[in-house]
């Protein structure tokens, strides 16, 4: 499995599976969730109200990911998955590395060769950018998946990007 870094936007990624910094709603939001919903149009929210009305009926727990269609984005799927509230107090890195691993558990199930992730929990959820790269690459590392050929991480801007390079280089 190869790992690679773009700056850039993730709706306009051509790839097979994109992953939503969601929130538990699956109702959308700001940031990568609301430009998922807005430019994939209304039939991503159609199947999150039916996740929502069976599976989902309290809604999509931290750190579990659950797929839907991409609507009218370039990619096939959309993978939500709901990152954690960065707190000082409390050490949730579990549930951030939990995002990635079950995103690609979702995506090998989906068969999909190329899966494009954010930068969760580092937006609106406040996670300091060099933590959440070091999380981000070590259990995309560690989930090896079997069918998955490429992760791209989609950096909104430069810093991000020279932020998870870094990481990258110390991880390997
Ligand atoms: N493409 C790629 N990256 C993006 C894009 C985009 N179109 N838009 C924002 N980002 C970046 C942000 O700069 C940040 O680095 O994605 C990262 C995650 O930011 P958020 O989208 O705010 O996600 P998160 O911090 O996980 O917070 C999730 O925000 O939008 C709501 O409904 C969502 O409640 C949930 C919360």
Redesign the pocket.
Known sequence: MKIVLVEG???EQRVDAIVN???SSLM????????IHRRGGPEILEECRALRASRYGRGLPTGQAVATTAGRLPARWVIHTV?PVYSRSEDRSHLLASCYRESLVVADALGVGTVAF????????R?PVEDAARIAITAVRRAAPAVVEEVRF????TA?YAVFDSALRDIG
């Open positions: 936007d993730i709706t910094a969601a929130n959308g939001g700001g940031g990568v969730d609301g430009a990152g954010p930068a969760i929990s580092t937006g609106i959820y996670w989609v950096l909104f801007n991000a």
